[in-house]
């Protein structure tokens, strides 16, 4: 939360490096800085145990994002799912005049297996319990998800992220038909991305197809932004 | 199509072994027996070259679905998506005496690189071209992948199956969403199952939850009957 933090300082480099040919975008969460893991303050939780204090994590999200809106990032992804997120860091970008700073909320980020390349090397999972507090059962009905994504619009989020990609098609398709021109971001994540490819490694699948396929798959589905690691790749092939 | 063919011969020995404890289901194509690897009969194409003929093939299928009927067989998958293949099988079935027997249309079933292994395994990649003139282009609308399905319904299809399934879920909503109360059988196919298998082996994901996720996403896509490798172990799980 410091202006001279490794985001902060990575915004501006980033920046000074790319100017506005690319679009410079900040993942706003604290499990990465966490010992416990998890994605917010801890708190002694009333039923015994420990649980993540949803209000003053919102407090420390709202000075990490007015930090990194000073660094000068182009778009904030608050990923943590703590209820109101959206709300409170767009509220806070427009009083500190960063109206032009668009939100892209997690909406609907599922408590997913295919998580767990990205977990072993981020070194962040949890030391204890899981994220599905906070994070969706992935066997929840697909209404809570719109209920998200609906609530996540009227707090003020630009853009609605969907995590994980590939087994929640089905989700980004709700979202589509039900939400006329939000703009959708999928989030392919690592799991995805390492199973194809071990089975190319295999010399199982064709890497090229399969990556092809499963992104228009994507965009058939409803999404209008993919964050998937093939991105370069993909901008060789196309 | 001989009343002694391997498949007659398999249906009656897996009828006597299971009895009514077990459902026994044939696919009805012809791609594991022509020497070529296509679909169907081919004949030389107006515009030169060589491509399936629909009518021809057509005249076959009834004569293979007959005989897998006479065997015993519990259920029909035409695989092909030759038009008007679904009629042909039903009114010939219900006119032998066959009327008992469902028939589960392949009704969107997508060109996809995901069969790799299966093709493999069953050495059926066509000797030439490709299958995309009968089977859908990845890339098509989804749309179009409506229409197949309500034709499907309208030659009266019973079951209506979609394949591959996990980069389709959205195709699966749909049908879901669009036609009401239709049973809809989601295929897991080779490639879906072998990257899976690939990244497990090189301790990326833990098998037992990304399936469970994987099918898990099936169902509240809307499909309500799974056809998948992971069948006895998942029967295991549960």
Chains 1, 2 share one sequence.
């Not at 039923?47 to 994002?65: A, C, F, M, P, Y």
């Not at 860091?89 to 939100?103: A, H, Q, T, W």
């Not at 992935?138 to 998800?145: D, H, K």
């Amino acid at each position: 939360m410091s202006e001279n933090g490794i985001i902060a300082q990575a915004v501006r480099a980033a920046k000074d490096a790319v100017g506005n040919k690319l679009l410079v975008a900040t993942d706003a969460c604290f499990c990465e800085y966490t010992d416990h893991g998890h994605c917010g303050v801890l708190r002694d939780a009333p039923s015994g145990g420990k649980d993540v204090d949803n209000d003053t994590t919102l407090e420390n999200l709202v000075r990490q994002v007015l930090v990194q809106a000073r660094a000068g990032v182009d778009l904030i992804a608050p990923s943590g799912m703590m209820d109101g997120m959206v709300r409170a860091i767009r509220s806070s970008l427009d009083r500190e005049g960063f109206k032009r700073i668009p939100v892209m909320s997690y909406a609907a980020k599922f408590a997913s297996a295919f998580y767990g390349p990205f977990r072993e090397a981020a070194e962040s999972t949890p030391q204890f319990g899981d994220r599905r507090t906070y994070q969706m059962d992935p066997a929840a009905s697909s209404g809570q998800a719109m209920r998200e994504v609906a609530l996540d619009l009227q707090e003020g989020a630009d853009i609605i992220m969907l995590k994980p990609a590939l087994a929640y098609l089905d989700i980004i398709r709700m979202v589509r038909d039900r939400f006329e021109g939000v703009p959708i971001a999928a989030y392919n994540v690592s799991g995805e991305y390492s199973m194809v490819k071990a089975a190319v490694a295999n010399g199982w699948l064709d890497e090229k197809a399969v990556v092809l396929e499963s992104l228009t798959a994507m965009t058939r589905a409803g999404a209008s932004i993919i964050l998937t690691y093939w991105a370069k790749d993909v901008a060789k092939w196309l």
